[in-house]
T-cell receptor, first 110, second 114 residues
């Protein structure tokens, strides 16, 4: 089984840097996705992190059960809901589990 | 390419009515998914179809049925709608249907059950 937790809301001023955390438990082989939902738009993929390429992304190590996303110098247009999605392949068999976090609502003030 | 399309965009039902939400993808993906989105709970998987001809339950399947009509289309049916099914419904597709695959999402259907 797995669970995925995210911070509910973050409010920052334009130009700030912001870190949005995604903490999870995993007993299999995890892949961590970040999606962004802008108003009236479909979810868009921001990044995908597997155990093999975790070193390519700053701010987190998928092996440590936390995989944050960092946005630098945010703009008002970055205001959106950011979701992480944990995809987990089990060690044995072909079972796959996909589970979203509840999302972080980022509000950027001018 | 249109990607993943969903119809209708909005729907209002009365308790006990039935309806079918339609989803289609033009990316030649093998796998398709239905999620519901509720405040404070993120997206939860209702049903998925790993390949044409197969369907499996997700986290919250009760009250729903699905049909994988062909490789392109995956429909979600509410036989007897209840107020608890008021939600935004998202369809998604992926190439292979494994946990490491990127999913591509449709624009959503906003359903209200009175």
């Amino acid at each position: 089984s797995n669970s995925v937790k995210q911070t509910g809301q973050i409010t920052v001023s334009e130009g700030a840097s912001v870190t949005m955390n995604c903490t999870y438990t995993s007993t299999g082989y995890p892949t961590l996705f970040w999606y962004v939902e802008y108003p009236s738009k479909p979810l868009q993929l921001l990044q995908r992190e597997t155990m093999e390429n975790s070193k390519n992304f700053g701010g987190g190590n998928i092996k440590d059960k936390n995989s944050p996303i960092v946005k630098y110098s945010v703009q008002v247009s970055d205001s959106a809901v950011y979701y992480c999605l944990l995809g987990e392949s089990c060690r044995m068999g072909n079972n796959n589990d996909m589970r979203f976090g509840a999302g972080t609502r980022l509000t950027v003030k001018p | 390419n249109a990607g993943v399309t969903q119809t209708p965009k909005f729907q209002v039902l009365k308790t006990g009515q039935s309806m079918t939400l339609q989803c289609a993808q033009d990316m030649n993906h093998n796998s398709m998914y239905w999620y519901r989105q509720d405040p404070g709970m993120g997206l939860r998987l209702i049903y998925y179809s790993a390949s044409e001809g197969t369907t499996d339950k997700g986290e919250v399947p009760n009250g729903y049925n699905v049909s994988r009509l062909n490789k392109r289309e995956f429909s979600l049916r509410l036989e007897s709608a209840a107020p608890s099914q008021t939600s935004v419904y998202f369809c998604a597709s992926s190439e292979r249907g494994i946990a490491a695959d990127t999913q591509y999402f449709g624009p959503g259907t906003r359903l209200t059950v009175l």
